[in-house]
């Protein structure tokens, strides 16, 4: 999954689509998620960096994984017309 390449966002969490002028405020784990995702990085690859970072369950990992995956495609953040 990668952002929308006309999504802007900034260091401090503040994500602006210019297509629909919707703007949001996220935390700084959904920045560490949201760059990481720009970085190509899997979803094994963001669990893994979490796990080590933050003292956390794997399962709580994953659910807050994709309820935020969720928020980012119902607000249209995502491209989901991802390479087969």
């Known amino acids: 999954m990668k ?3 006309n999504i802007a966002i900034s260091d401090t969490g503040f994500v602006f689509n ?3 002028g919707e703007s949001f405020s996220i935390n700084p784990i959904g ?3 949201i760059n990481m995702m720009k970085e190509d990085k899997s979803f ?3 669990m893994k960096s979490m796990l080590t970072k933050y ?3 794997e399962a709580t990992i994953e659910k807050d994984y994709f309820d935020f995956i969720g928020i980012l495609k119902h607000h249209n953040l995502i491209d989901t017309h991802e390479e087969a």
């Open 3 to 5: 952002i929308n390449k």
């Open 18 to 20: 210019p297509v629909n």
């Open 31 to 33: 920045i560490e998620i």
């Open 44 to 46: 094994d690859d963001i």
């Open 55 to 57: 003292t956390v369950e």
